[in-house]
């Protein structure tokens, strides 16, 4: 199925009815149908007709509507970086810190690795991003790539789960609200920049056509022989390239390389359960610390409180603010626990068979899952934020608890959990199985084969 911002559909026969042609064949990355995209005019986006994950999005002047987007999302983070972030005034004590101060104040507290983190997830990374964006599109305008542009352009699927500007936006929001009582508190200029080049950035996410882009920079070469669209690509030993999307065939051993972009390409991603179990084990027993240690303590006259997550919700309910408390304890405790059950859940029922209806509900459940889990990072940025911010000795001051650490380490191994679980698995058939390969069946996590029987 294919439907564009103008409404305009585009039949499913397009997709499923077998043609001659062996170009434009994608196979989806999350079902595993194998479809033959149908002409797209700007506006209009394919989608599978199986699962209805979008195959292709076509932009109008895509090259110029990318590169607009991040030539102004990087004179925002200039901006962002130059100007004072937040400044707050207390008992006669005054403090402004610039957006970097978020970071390098965890370094000085002992917690290099949060406080790195916070660094790449909001400005390294993100900038790195950004400029691969305009040299790729440089090129492209030009018409000529630019020198290794077909790696950066294998690096930039890579990037966008990592990104988290617009967490930061939230996060700072509940840390004003946070301090806003017990201290007088100013925007910045800067902060204003940020709240800009967050939009920028996701507008250029947004904006980046992978299958233009990959067409542009180095053509579409033609499917493999006797591709039958309709059809799992793995029953054809076909496999789509999760970078540039091109259809390839396998080799003997169900391995292979992309021979357009040179992405390694497996039958399924190999040992996607069992990394995918073992992630979420490790990120179980981080957040037992993560809740039982304090994540902040604040120090109020030479007093100091400690304070964990469930502790800071309660404070923002006893103050009466029930919509911060519920978007921390979201945030902070529903979002991760319930990542580590949807993902073990689907761990379990992936090895079932079932209806249409049932794997529907899996692969939503999947996106959902995948989509939400960077937005645990809200506490985390709290804590740089109130760190930075806060600190006139023993008059008025935060310092970063165990439980930061601990909490930064569940939110990055449920990421990688959500990442490793390979979503094709929901659609696979048990009946699909003996009729593959035997250097196919091992790579299988239905009934793995050694490798000497494949002799």
Not at 143 to 161: E, F, N, Q
Not at 393 to 407: M, R
């Given at each position: ?195 800009v080049y967050a939009l920028l950035l996701l507008l250029t996410t947004r904006s980046i056509d992978t299958d233009w882009m990959w067409f542009s920079l180095v ?237």
């Amino acid at each position: 199925m294919a439907a564009g911002k103008s409404d305009s559909d585009i039949d499913k026969t397009s997709f499923l009815t077998p043609r001659r042609t062996r170009r434009r064949l994608r196979a989806c990355h999350e079902c595993d149908l194998l479809v033959a995209l149908p002409p797209l005019h700007p506006g209009e986006r394919a989608s599978c007709p199986r699962c209805g994950h979008t195959l292709s999005h076509r932009h109008f002047r895509p090259a110029e509507r990318s590169l607009a987007f991040a030539i102004s999302a990087l004179m925002a983070l200039a901006a962002a970086l130059y100007f004072p972030f937040i400044s707050f005034e207390a008992r006669g004590v005054s403090n402004a810190i610039h957006l970097v101060d978020t970071s390098a104040s965890l370094v000085r507290f002992h917690e290099p690795f949060v406080g790195m983190l916070v660094l790449l997830t909001v400005v390294v990374l993100p900038t790195v991003y950004l400029l691969a964006v305009v040299w790729l599109h440089l090129g492209l305008l030009q018409r000529r790539p630019l020198p290794r542009s077909y790696r950066i352009a294998r690096a930039l699927s890579h990037l966008g789960p990592w990104m988290m500007a617009d967490v930061f936006v939230i996060g700072a929001l509940v840390s004003l609200i946070k301090i806003a009582g017990m201290a007088s508190v100013d925007l910045g200029l800067s902060f204003w920049a940020f709240c800009v080049y967050a939009l920028l950035l996701l507008l250029t996410t947004r904006s980046i056509d992978t299958d233009w882009m990959w067409f542009s920079l180095v053509g579409e070469p033609l499917a493999p022989e006797g591709c039958r669209p309709g059809q799992p690509a793995a029953e054809q030993k076909l496999t789509g390239c999760p970078t540039c999307g091109l259809v390839n065939r396998l080799g003997h051993f169900g391995r292979g390389r992309c021979q357009r972009c040179g992405e390694p390409l497996r039958f399924r991603s190999p040992h996607s359960l069992q990394k995918t179990w073992a992630l979420l084990i490790a990120a179980t027993l981080c957040y037992i610390p993560a809740n039982l240690y304090p994540i902040m303590t604040t120090t109020s006259l030479g007093n100091e409180t400690p304070s964990t997550i469930i502790g800071g919700v309660m404070i923002f309910l006893g103050h009466g603010d029930w919509p911060i408390a519920l978007v921390i304890f979201t945030a902070s405790v529903v979002v991760p626990i319930g990542k580590v059950f949807a993902l073990g859940w689907l761990c379990i029922t992936v090895r079932r068979s079932g209806e249409s209806e049932f794997k529907h509900k899996r692969q939503k459940l999947y996106r959902i899952t995948e989509l939400i889990g960077r937005w645990s990072m809200i506490d985390v940025f709290v804590v740089a934020i109130l760190v930075s911010l806060v600190h006139a000795g023993s008059l008025l001051a935060i310092t970063p608890g165990p439980a930061a650490l601990a909490f930064s380490a569940v939110v990055i191994i449920t990421m990688l959990a959500a990442i490793s679980f390979d979503p094709r698995l929901i659609w696979d058939a048990r009946n699909m199985q003996p009729h593959m390969p035997a250097a196919l069946k091992r790579q299988s996590p239905y009934s793995p084969v050694k490798e000497a029987d494949d002799a």
